[in-house]
């Protein structure tokens, strides 16, 4: 243990990186499903935006609104504090994986809605022109299209949900967070494991974010 005279302890790391390991898979499971979520959930809002009907619309609209509108956190304890009064639990893992899914999907609802209406009205006027079935103008013409352009906004949503995660060790989760807030509390050595941690997100999401500014060279044009 750090005897307080050194301002950094090796043995210290050494002694957090199984727990470190353990946090970062957790961490990456979150995103991961987190990602599909919002993405999967995002543009079902996005096609109800555009739904004929106001009675689809406005409910879509208020909702989305709401989540976007309310903090993740207070989110999440709504999701595993309140919900189960009403018979309704999940995990903390999956209560995590749902809420910022779901958080993030009111955003990139807006991406792919914006993505939809930068597809060139004469896309949908030469669909209309072929007879092509409603289903297959959206699947074969409109959405890739759309899907295209708005890949790199989706990307740095992904990131941003990367540096979300944390507030899922509110709720007991043990990601990256949450390992080395024990670590810390068990040996009284908090400089290192949040230094580790903090590394890690960054050696994360600036390769990340290079990525993204690659594909969005790649792909908008």
């Known amino acids: 243990m750090n005897n307080g005279t050194d301002k950094w302890d ?18 990456l499971q979150i995103l991961a499903l987190g990602s599909l979520i ?29 989540i976007r509108n309310t903090p993740l956190l207070v989110q999440l304890f709504f999701l595993f504090f309140v919900l189960p009064e009403w018979d309704i639990q999940f995990s903390a893992m999956t209560t995590g994986i749902i809420a910022i899914g779901l958080h993030y999907s009111t955003y990139t609802a807006q991406v792919y809605r914006a993505g939809i209406e930068a597809v060139p009205a004469g896309q949908w006027e030469a669909a209309t022109a072929l007879s092509l079935p409603y289903r297959h103008t959206w699947t074969a013409v409109i959405l890739p299209q759309a899907i295209r352009r708005v890949v790199p906004a989706l990307g740095n949503y992904v990131i941003a949900m990367l540096k ?14 949450q390992q080395a807030r024990l670590q810390a509390a068990e040996t009284f050595q908090y400089t290192e494991p949040l230094t580790v941690i903090g590394i890690a997100f960054i050696l994360i999401a600036y390769p ?9 060279r790649r792909l908008v044009v």
Do not use: K, N, Q, Y
């Open 10 to 27: 090796w043995d210290a790391v050494a002694d957090f990186m199984p727990h470190f390991w353990d946090g970062l898979l957790t961490t």
């Open 208 to 216: 990340a974010s290079l990525l993204i500014r690659a594909l969005e």
């Open 38 to 66: 919002s993405f999967s959930v995002g543009l079902v809002w996005a096609l109800a935006f555009r739904a004929p009907s106001r009675f689809v619309r406005w409910p879509v609209g208020i909702i989305t609104e709401f």
């Open 164 to 177: 979300d995660t944390p507030l899922i060790a509110s709720i007991g989760v043990l990601e990256l967070l």
